[in-house]
């Protein structure tokens, strides 16, 4: 009897620790109303200028939705399918209206190895085809591995076009190594030319496109909207999901340092800290698994402008950061079990739209 009760306990205490961001408040006064329906797995979405969507289907699938139809653009290059990998983001040049180029990343199977890796190219569409296709940059080598493609696309303030690649499952080699791709940050020029400025570019045998490095799977990555830095968050293991601001040259500690463990519940370190790599602003353990993240910036949902969303595609649910001295003081889940969250942004109009997996894009409402 002893016995079972030690055990009774010991599992209780596994369910609750295990739970932990359970405690954070569920808001019930928000709810959504579905604007694209029917999507599988919306990995990324840009507006357009008149408001019409470009949506990526992982699966290998671009769609263009206006005025409440889905129609398919061809002319996609040959997408590798495996796992987490397909057709990943979508993100417009900051002067689209201008020069209509259309950025994507997507695991390529280009290169003399089996396998496939993340990509980056630009294109225009013309007559729902992509034309005047280039490829700016291809991750090497590929591999069979099905994980950690990273993948997300931003521009700054400076029109540099920032992405992430994740360390394709391979720590203990690639994201602490500036000779190899994967488990990095990555800036170019809009035309794919490494600026003169990267960090990087003077150390021997390095990427020269690497920003910061020591990354693990970052699925999230935002331009702040006051201080213009470049926000990510990145996958943990069990545990250790962080949220980071990228700095050029940066080390940011993986594996070298982590708050996760092993799948299996073993460490990996016992190290959270260690001279010249950097801290997480926050992080979550037990793991949320991250995928998207947006700032709201605008006023449509009153004392919320400022706050930062993460998707949620473990507990599926929107997570409400709140900010403050550079911390997050609360969080609060909003969208409680509508789905594996796989991207969020807001749109031009200033409401909050977010991918879910198996439904579609909807738009955040508040009461």
């Known amino acids: 009897m002893k016995l079972k009760n030690i055990s009774y306990f010991f599992i209780l205490f596994l369910s609750v620790t295990t739970c932990a961001q359970d405690k954070n408040t569920i808001n019930t006064k928000n709810s959504y109303e579905i604007v694209v329906p029917e999507l599988n797995n919306p990995w990324g979405f840009a507006f357009l200028p008149d408001h019409s969507i470009l949506i990526t289907e992982k699966e290998g699938k671009l769609i263009h939705f206006k005025d409440n139809l889905k129609t398919v653009i061809s002319g996609l290059p040959e997408i590798y399918v495996r796992g987490q990998g397909g057709l990943l ?18 695991a390529s199977p280009k290169g003399e ?33 099905g994980q950690h493609f990273g993948s997300r696309i931003v521009f700054d303030v400076n029109g540099y076009l920032f992405f992430t690649i994740g360390e394709r499952g391979n720590r203990d080699v690639n994201p602490q190594d500036l000779t ?16 003169k400025d990267n960090p990087f570019v003077n150390v021997a045998n390095a990427k020269t496109a690497i920003y910061s490095y020591g990354h693990r799977n970052p699925q999230g990555m935002e331009l702040h909207p006051i201080t213009k830095d470049i926000w990510t968050h990145e996958h943990g293991p069990r545990g250790g999901d962080e949220i980071n601001i990228i700095k050029p040259g940066k080390n940011y500690g993986w594996p070298t340092i982590t ?49 930062l969303l993460v998707g949620s595609l473990k507990f599926n649910y929107l997570d409400r950061c709140v900010l403050k001295d550079g911390k997050v003081i609360k969080e609060e889940r909003l969208l409680d079990d509508i789905g594996r969250i796989r991207s969020v942004e807001e749109g031009p109009d200033g409401f909050i739209y977010v991918g879910v997996e198996n439904l579609g894009i909807v738009k955040l409402t508040r009461s």
């Open 259 to 307: 708050h996760g463990k092993n799948y299996s519940g073993t460490k990996i370190t016992d190290k959270t800290a260690k001279k010249g790599m950097e801290q997480p602003l926050h992080y979550w353990t037990p793991s949320i698994a991250p995928s998207g993240m947006a700032f709201i910036s605008s006023n449509k949902y009153g004392d919320w402008k400022g706050n």
């Open 180 to 195: 190899r791709d994967c488990g990095k940050v990555y800036r170019l020029k809009d035309d794919g030319t490494i600026p």
């Open 89 to 106: 983001d979508i993100a417009l040049h900051p002067n689209y209206k201008d020069n209509g180029w259309v950025y994507f990343a997507y």
């Open 113 to 145: 190895e089996r396998g496939g890796n993340t990509a980056i190219m630009r294109a225009k569409i013309k007559n729902n085809t992509l034309v005047n296709k280039q490829l700016l940059y291809k991750a090497t080598p590929n591999t069979t591995r």
